[in-house]
């Protein structure tokens, strides 16, 4: 049994994380960096460990402080939360070299996966459908120029180890080909320190569907259902809702047991989730795997009643699983509001400061994942997400009157948010009907903007 966790990451996924490590009888131990050092996630560990001034190389991505706290707190296993250090398998067999356990998958696979061209092959190995493209890396403009004609335009260019639309490059002609070849090698390098990128048909505002995945050592993997992640912003994703209410049956039958297939040929361990992409024709195909916790992963838990972390955090200490496939049902309906400290009115730009007065919403099929509160100050070195708020009911429909209720209530002085624009997205009529792309938010922006406002 674990005993003792040191968790690298901060905000409100360091908080859940030591929420159930509690509920688990397992001592905490937090990392916080100099500008998180009133955070609430230092406050509820049992333990708390500075490893570095506010930027993040210099703490939250610092490997050996973090590995002198874990080992200097007597921790025995180390859980990465998402972002930082979460997929980093240099970082996963760091930790597993010193004799801690490292809660996530095999730093092979990590590795495997994480390389996106890499993950391709494995994907087509297993006999899972992935988007046409290139099988190896491109190294040149002109080798991708040829690949571009032979599978037609558009086409995108990825970053092999890259995410979160980073080292990323739609390109419509051969004309835009050389100059977004070197934008995205550049910013692949700049971001990733890899300057590989693989070349792939760009699939025109898809539906963006994830599998919800778990597994353990003993070669046992199950699914928790899908989430729709479709409604993104740059690639970021904003609301996210499990199940897909607009997904075909057969199609939700197939793409999960794809799922579960891949994870069982690429021998996964841990939790992870599979990210497909559904075309206007209804075929699916492979984008990547993400071999960590998601921040989207409460409404899986919300509609499948299993605690993800919980059951994480056991396997890695080499327990079986406790579910099997039967035991999971899929009731009534989850969604998720990403609420980020931002400016709408200036194109969504990052809002850092202090919370003057924070009043949080309650009540039956709502959940907060939060780390603020208030007085707390927000910093401006991290991700501007601040609160999760996720709410469920039978229906669909209720699920999103519970959610606008609740974002009413909901409130933030002393900093700018997105609640308004949350708001507004669960009155228009393509949200409500289930039937928006990844191309929806721009649309919706334009409409915005026609209406002034107003609700539709």
Do not use: W
């Not at 996630?41 to 993040?56: N, T, Y």
């Not at 496939?325 to 899929?330: G, L, R």
């Not at 469920?392 to 209720?405: D, G, H, N, S």
Request: glycine share 8%; with cysteine; charged share 25%.
């Amino acid at each position: 049994m674990i005993k003792k966790v040191l968790i690298v990451n901060r905000g409100e996924i360091a908080v859940r994380i030591i929420r159930t490590c509690k509920e688990m009888g397992i001592k905490t131990v937090a990392v916080y960096s100099t500008a998180d050092k009133d955070s609430l996630h230092v406050q509820i560990a049992d333990e708390a460990v500075c490893i570095g001034p506010a930027k993040v190389n210099d703490s939250y991505l610092n490997m050996s402080n973090i590995i002198e706290a874990a080992c200097s707190s007597g921790a025995d296993a180390v859980h990465p939360g998402f972002g930082f250090l979460s997929e980093n398998p240099k970082f996963a067999r760091l930790v597993i070299g010193c004799g801690l356990i490292f809660i996530g998958p095999n730093p092979d696979v990590i590795e495997k996966l994480g390389n996106k061209s890499e993950a391709r092959k494995m994907m087509i190995e297993a006999g899972v459908p992935v988007v046409p493209g290139s099988k190896e890396i491109i190294k040149t403009a002109d080798e991708g120029i040829k690949l571009a004609k032979e599978i037609s335009y558009p086409v995108i260019i990825k970053a092999s180890n890259g995410g979160g639309g980073r080292g990323m490059r739609i390109v419509r002609s051969e004309e835009e080909f050389e100059d977004n070849f070197n934008n995205a090698v550049s910013e692949a390098k700049a971001c990733f320190g890899d300057s590989d990128v693989y070349l792939e048909k760009y699939i025109e505002n898809p539906k963006h569907i994830e599998i919800q995945l778990l597994g353990d050592k003993h070669g046992n993997v199950i699914h928790l259902f899908e989430r729709d992640c479709s409604f993104q912003r740059r690639n970021q994703k904003l609301i996210e809702e499990a199940p897909c209410h607009v997904l075909d049956d057969n199609i939700r039958k197939s793409m999960i047991t794809d799922a579960v297939k891949a994870c069982r040929h690429v021998g996964y361990d841990s939790v992870g989730t599979i990210e497909f992409l559904l075309d206007k024709s209804g075929k699916y195909y492979f984008m990547e795997m993400n071999t960590r916790i998601q921040v989207e992963h409460p409404i899986s838990e919300m509609i499948s009643g299993v605690d993800i972390v919980k059951h994480q955090i056991k396997v890695a200490g080499g327990q079986k699983l406790s579910l099997k496939q039967e035991d999971i049902k899929c009731n009534g309906y989850a969604m998720e509001c990403r609420i980020n400290a931002e400016d709408m009115e200036r194109d969504f730009a990052p809002s850092p400061g202090k919370i003057k007065f924070l009043h949080l919403p309650g009540g039956r099929g709502i959940r907060i994942d939060s780390a603020v509160y208030t007085g707390y100050e927000i910093p401006p070195y991290y991700d501007s997400m601040i609160l999760k708020l996720i709410t469920f009911a039978p229906t669909r429909l209720e699920c999103i009157k519970k959610m606008r209720v609740a974002l009413e209530e909901l409130i933030i002085d002393g900093v700018k948010t997105n609640i308004e624009f949350h708001y507004l997205t669960l009155h228009n009529k393509t949200f409500i009907e289930g039937n928006y792309d990844t191309g929806f938010f721009d649309r919706f922006i334009k409409e915005l903007e026609e209406q002034s406002g107003e609700l539709i």
